[in-house]
């Protein structure tokens, strides 16, 4: 991709601008961890490029309409399929005797279920890596009102850092068994 003169017109181009420096610095060894928001709730940004030229936040208030849901559907899974992209050079990046993928512990995920609603439970949320020797695979479902941060914490603890809490969370790190903190959140 040749240098953008100001913010490329694609998106998928502007996440390889976000993606790509990532990378680069973990490969570099310059950081271990990374935040990115990929696109915020309340974002206002067209998809034209998918055939989506309506405002993201807009179609989420769909009052049911079948046409708006399909929208969102549309943008969901573009945003999916941008990430499963960066997963993928995550897992072409040598790093020592495995990638950067076999040392990583990655979120995805969104901070509202049901933006008609604007639910903040049942989240979807995705972890994806083979660092902390996560359990990939498979769907867990926790009891409702666990909150996120209670994720958080077990994967903090999952890298050897200590937390007494964060947040909202119902647990700490600190102690001998995560599941016994957290619910179950051993079982990531």
Known sequence: ???PVGIPARFADCLQLM????????????????????GREG????DAEIGVPASHHPLTHHGGNAES???????????AEQFAAFLGKLDAADDGDGT?????????????????KHT???????????????RLGRHVVYPRGTP?????VALLGRIGARSATAQR?????????????IGRAAEI
């Open 1 to 3: 991709m040749p240098s």
């Open 19 to 38: 993606f790509d420096p990532q990378i680069l610095a973990m490969r570099a060894d310059l950081t271990r961890a990374i935040t990115c928001m990929i």
């Open 43 to 46: 974002s206002l940004r067209t």
């Open 69 to 79: 849901i399909e929208r969102v559907t549309r943008i969901n899974a573009y945003h």
């Open 100 to 116: 950067l993928l076999d040392r990583s512990m990655v979120v995805y995920g969104s901070g509202t279920s049901d933006g008609n």
């Open 120 to 134: 903040h439970e049942d989240l979807p949320i995705m972890l994806a890596g083979r660092g902390g020797a996560l």
């Open 148 to 152: 996120l941060t209670n994720l958080f």
């Open 169 to 181: 969370s119902r647990g700490s790190s600190a102690t001998s068994s995560c599941a016994a903190a």
